[in-house]
């Protein structure tokens, strides 16, 4: 429990330095449409100015439309809700990946890998805050918990760099960590 008190309070400092970035970028006004249709996710790109956060490739996690408009728009919200779902699918599967690297490690890797896998559970739970605070339109409560998330999937990074193993799980975290920071991004933009 240590570490996720750490790492909560870590975001909180960082959460707080994004709260004083700045004012946020409103959403377009739109007249009432068909809320059941989609919407490709370029297109979305395009008209919420996500190109910066796209250009890492991180949004290839996104499905490739997202439902959800508001006033016969898309909303940024429902892009944000499928890149933490998309989040959320990539910290499964590294938690996937730790236990079956797990079966064949040293006890000494064992060791690491075990902080890996408590920081993506850690992560998981952070995921779910994060859509009880986009319901509740709670923006602290949400930068509190994506920051979390960046900071539980560099924790396994600083965990292999703190022993002598080479880590197997980098690329699973800098995908996780430009995951959690797109959604940091993509909520700073919201009108909330």
């Known amino acids: 429990m240590g570490t996720r008190n750490n790492a909560l309070l870590a975001v909180l400092v960082v959460s707080a330095v994004l709260l004083s970035a ?17 919407l ?17 490739a991180f949004c290839r996690h996104l499905p490739r439309s997202v439902k959800g408009f508001v006033k016969g728009e898309p909303s940024l919200i429902s892009v944000l809700n499928a890149e933490v779902d998309a989040c959320a699918k990539e ?65 396994c990074d600083d965990a292999y760099s703190e022993s002598k193993y080479v880590s197997p799980l980098t690329e699973v975290d800098q995908t996780l960590m430009g995951l959690g920071s ?11």
Do not use: H
């Open 22 to 38: 700045g004012p946020t970028v409103a959403l377009p006004e739109s007249s009432v449409g068909d809320s059941t249709r989609t």
């Open 40 to 56: 490709p996710v370029s297109v979305l790109v395009k008209r919420f100015d996500l190109a910066a956060v796209c250009q890492d």
């Open 91 to 155: 910290t499964k599967a590294a938690i996937a990946k730790v236990e079956k690297l797990s079966k064949a490690a040293s006890s000494g890797e064992k060791k690491t890998l075990s902080i890996c896998k408590e920081n993506y559970e850690f992560a998981i739970d952070s995921l779910e805050n994060v859509r009880k605070a986009i319901s509740a339109r709670d923006l602290g409560t949400l930068n509190a918990e994506l920051g979390a998330v960046v900071t539980y999937a560099s924790t």
């Open 182 to 192: 797109n959604c940091l991004e993509m909520a700073a933009q919201i009108d909330w």
